[in-house]
């Protein structure tokens, strides 16, 4: 049954994890790598062509990929660990749950946000939520950091409101 609690609890801690890593090293000392993701949704492109612009289709590989890399390294050496060293056979199931938020924020993030993979489309309204939250990070830059559970700032929201209805006016 522990195994069960620790695969949650892999699962929860990575969201503050993620959001925690995204504010202070992506978009800190770590920007140099995590700008490639930015860039096609640059803000020097301006806001309206920004707006329409804002998920385009992946061009391959970007320099931000090595951050799941790395991430799946780690996840996958917690992982040998619990299977090599019989007292941290615990670690086992944490890192099945780091896997699954992981692969929750493949889904949500490059499938059903970014579009990355072009024959496997996912409706956005059943993630309407990440992927306005989403979208308001990549516009202003700031604030929702995490992914799973973005919480977006109300003066932000009303900002992005502002912004879609006047881009949707003009056409
Ligand atoms: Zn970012
Ligand atoms: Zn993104």
Redesign the pocket.
């Known amino acids: 049954m522990v195994e069960v609690y620790l695969f949650f609890l892999g699962l929860v801690v990575m969201e503050p994890i993620t959001y925690l890593s ?1 504010r202070y090293i ?2 800190g000392f770590g920007v140099p790598l ?1 700008r490639s ?2 860039s096609s949704h640059n803000r020097r492109e301006g806001q309206k062509k920004l707006i329409h612009n804002f998920a385009p289709k992946s061009n391959g590989w970007e320099l931000n990929d090595f951050y799941p890399g790395i991430s799946a390294l780690i996840t996958m050496s917690v992982i040998a660990l619990g299977i090599f060293v019989p007292s941290l056979k615990y670690l086992i199931s944490f890192g099945f749950g780091i896997t699954a938020y992981g692969l929750l924020y493949f889904l949500i993030h490059d499938i059903v946000v970014h579009g990355r993979i072009p024959f496997f489309r996912i409706k956005k309204n059943i993630f309407s939520w990440h992927y306005h939250s989403h979208r308001i ?1 990549h516009l202003f830059g700031g604030e929702p950091y995490g992914l799973l559970f973005p919480i977006v700032p109300s003066a932000l929201k009303k900002r992005y409101h502002q912004l879609t209805l006047k881009n949707s006016s003009h056409e």
């Open positions: 995204h992506f978009h995590h993701h930015h990070h």
